[in-house]
């Protein structure tokens, strides 16, 4: 019944929330080689506008590449030097925005924000004082994705909801189907230790999990022409350890679940919804509400598909992504050791 | 160190009664077990001698506490209180050992279905770290008999053949003893009765056998039964020795309208109980000195024809219908 009645309304709170493709708060950085009046006013409208938190200032010489690299920048605005003075003299200036575009729509949409509120500037304030025509030229380059496409984002996106779908829903119902079909109670009576009944159950799916990973990288990279900039090892290592990660989560709904029906309902409740909304796969964790920011903190795929996008894109290893995979590490002996706890040696 | 002193006490219990073998001595023993799901009291203060050898039968209804009181010998269920040992093996400490040296059939068919009738069997086999060749001399007779269908999956079998599957793998490690939840529920006549066939010859290798069911006539193939009602025992004895024991006067009767007639019986006041057994009614009066003619006069009385009454010897079902209206 709480299914019933429940889901609707958690879903429509959810999409509604989550679903919101306005960007607020987003941090970027700036790299200002003038330093003069308009650049700084240029600034100060930017950061006042709600839509941009300045995360960094940036100097002359900045490895621009390593900015983007700690993931937290999305975009950095460039102004060249005598920002002022080319405006006022030549009637024209150059000011470039880098956006990182792993993930595309993001990047479309705050580089579009960013140059409209340069030109608006330039329109309103400027042309009051100055007779000439000017100009600002906003020179957009996108990193990582020149061409925007958004196959960059769902091949990560895609792989983390596989992963999770096969390795943690498949685990999890065919343990709780041992229980439903009454062949775990003849496995419990026998001298079968708990760990190979749970082994046995989930090889399968960790060597099955791991074909789909392979496929998937094959064909984003073969079809889509997905780069993968990173080593493969470390890509390949790193999956592994995320269907590590669902399989023992798998593992902990079974032991809570008892039949089919139940687990497969945790698995689409607590695994497939999440994974969609709130991993940062399709809407930007940035927009959503303070709570749902914070709930996507425990959804796993949000870390892995961080990892991904910085190897597969960035070309980024370990040092990069440590945080994230340590977090991925911490998560997998939770879940094994809550399973371990929760494994019942007898029926009831 | 606490573990290794439980050991050797229970050695120690085990070892006595190996030295006296052949004697009575107790395979299965329950101690005042009790058992509650919730407000259901399933097992009340159980107590049960089971001897080596044994086949011994729980008989009763549907809900009588059979199932309960098999799971925690199984070491599956823990119980509220009391204590129960498998060949001197605690079924709350041991349970590793027990596991070990218990062949177990669950009530409901627990084997593979998407496997075929060999790969359960050889995974079986496996579990317990055995192969089938190892002790097929157990199995042999119950297993030529499905070998036709070895390798048909287990979920295409007939009621009869799942149980003789089943059987064989619970016998597949060699158990000291088998413990089997109504076995024959479900299963034809035929079957049924080659099944308890096999049950004697395993008795006869010396494994001790406890068996649940619901079917009366199966009551009087075992050594010995408890008659279970609610989650008590009613009585412990050998079939013969619970239906000589059974004093009351039965009447067999019958008519042509065997509906009025349990209605006209049951609302008589000389009749204590009235039940149907096939085409009769089997009766008694509330009072054992009522003769068949008393009967008869009365039901004469309400026009009933083609009546017969007669005296009938009382069936071990008489003896528990009996017991579970005292």
Redesign the interface.
Same mark, same amino acid.
Do not use: W
């Given at each position: 019944m709480i299914i019933i009645f429940g889901l609707p309304i958690v879903q429509l709170l959810l999409f509604g929330k989550v679903i919101n493709n306005d960007l607020q708060n987003s941090k970027i950085a700036i790299l200002d080689q003038s330093h003069d009046n308009t650049t700084r006013e240029i600034t100060t409208k930017l950061l006042s506008s709600g839509y941009f938190v300045l995360e960094e200032e940036l100097r002359p010489g900045t490895d621009m590449e390593g900015v983007f690299r700690k993931g937290k920048v999305k975009m950095v605005i460039d102004f060249e030097q005598n920002f002022e003075q080319n405006l006022e003299r030549l009637g024209k200036a150059h000011v470039q925005l880098l956006a990182d575009a792993s993930d595309p729509n993001t990047a479309r949409i705050l580089t579009n924000y960013a140059s409209g509120i340069i030109n608006d500037y330039v329109n309103k304030e400027k042309l009051q004082n100055l007779t000439l025509p000017h100009q600002i030229n906003t020179e957009v380059r996108m990193l990582y994705n020149e061409g925007l496409k958004s196959v960059y984002m769902f091949v990560p996106g895609i792989m983390a909801m596989i992963l999770m779908l096969i390795s943690a829903m498949m685990t999890s119902i065919s343990i709780s189907r041992e229980k439903e079909?009454?062949?775990m109670?003849?496995?419990?009576?026998?001298?079968?230790k708990p760990i190979q009944i749970v082994l046995g159950k989930v090889t399968p799916y960790l060597l099955l999990s791991f074909i789909n990973a392979v496929t998937i990288i094959l064909i984003g990279t073969l079809i889509f022409g997905v780069p993968i900039k990173g080593s493969i090892a470390f890509l390949v290592a790193e999956s592994f350890l995320f269907i590590l990660m669902a399989l023992s989560l798998g593992i902990l709904i079974s032991t809570i679940a008892p039949n089919q029906m139940v687990a497969m309902f945790v698995s689409v409740l607590a695994l497939m919804l999440p994974t969609i909304l709130l991993s940062g796969f399709m809407f930007p964790i940035e927009n959503m509400p303070m709570p749902l920011q914070i709930l996507s903190n425990i959804m796993p795929p949000r870390w892995f598909i961080v990892i991904i996008k910085n190897i597969m894109l960035k070309g980024t290893g370990m040092l990069y992504v440590w945080k994230e995979t340590l977090i991925l590490i911490v998560m997998t002996f939770v879940f094994i050791g809550l399973s371990v706890k929760n494994f019942k040696?007898?029926?009831? | 160190m606490k573990t290794n002193s439980k050991n050797k006490a229970s050695q120690h219990v085990s070892q006595n009664p190996l030295s006296r073998r052949g004697l009575e001595e107790a395979s299965i023993s329950i101690q005042n077990i009790n058992k509650s799901y919730g407000p259901v009291q399933a097992l009340q203060n159980i107590s049960l001698e089971i001897n080596r050898g044994e086949l011994f039968g729980l008989i009763g209804p549907d809900g009588a506490g059979k199932s309960t009181l098999m799971?925690i010998l199984?070491?599956?269920?823990?119980q509220d209180s009391g204590t129960a040992t498998m060949n001197g093996l605690d079924v709350v400490k041991d349970? *590793?050992k027990i596991? *070990?040296i218990?062949g177990?059939m669950?009530g409901?068919?627990?084997?593979?279905?998407d496997l075929t009738v060999e790969e359960n069997l050889n995974f079986?086999a496996t579990?317990?770290?055995t192969s089938i060749t190892e002790n097929y001399d157990l199995i042999k007779d119950i297993y030529i008999q499905i070998e036709p269908f070895k390798s048909r999956l287990a979920g295409k079998l007939s009621g009869g053949m799942k149980q003789k599957l089943a059987l064989s793998?619970a016998l597949i490690h060699k158990p000291e003893i088998l413990v089997l939840d109504e076995p024959t529920t479900g299963v034809d006549a035929v079957s049924r009765k080659e099944f308890w066939e096999m049950l004697k010859k395993l008795q006869e290798k010396g494994i001790t056998i406890l068996v649940s069911t619901p079917y009366m006539d199966e009551a009087m193939l075992c050594t010995r039964v408890a008659l279970m009602q609610k989650g008590k025992v009613l009585d412990v004895n050998t079939p013969q020795k619970l239906v000589e024991n059974y004093d009351r006067k039965l009447y067999a009767i019958r008519s042509d309208d065997m509906h009025r007639l349990i209605q006209d019986l049951r609302s008589w006041e000389k009749t204590d109980t009235a039940y149907a057994f096939g085409q009769f009614l089997h009766v008694t009066g509330k009072a054992d000195e009522t003769e068949a003619c008393e009967f008869e006069n009365y039901l004469l009385k309400k026009e009933h024809r083609e009546l017969q009454v007669f005296d009938i010897p009382p069936t071990i079902e008489d003896v528990f219908m009996n017991m579970m209206n005292e």
């Open positions: 079909m009454g062949t109670e003849v496995l419990l009576a026998s001298p079968l040696i007898r029926l009831e | 799971r199984m070491t599956l269920l823990f349970y *590793k596991r *070990k218990v177990y669950p409901r068919f627990s084997l593979y279905q079986f579990v317990f770290n793998c």
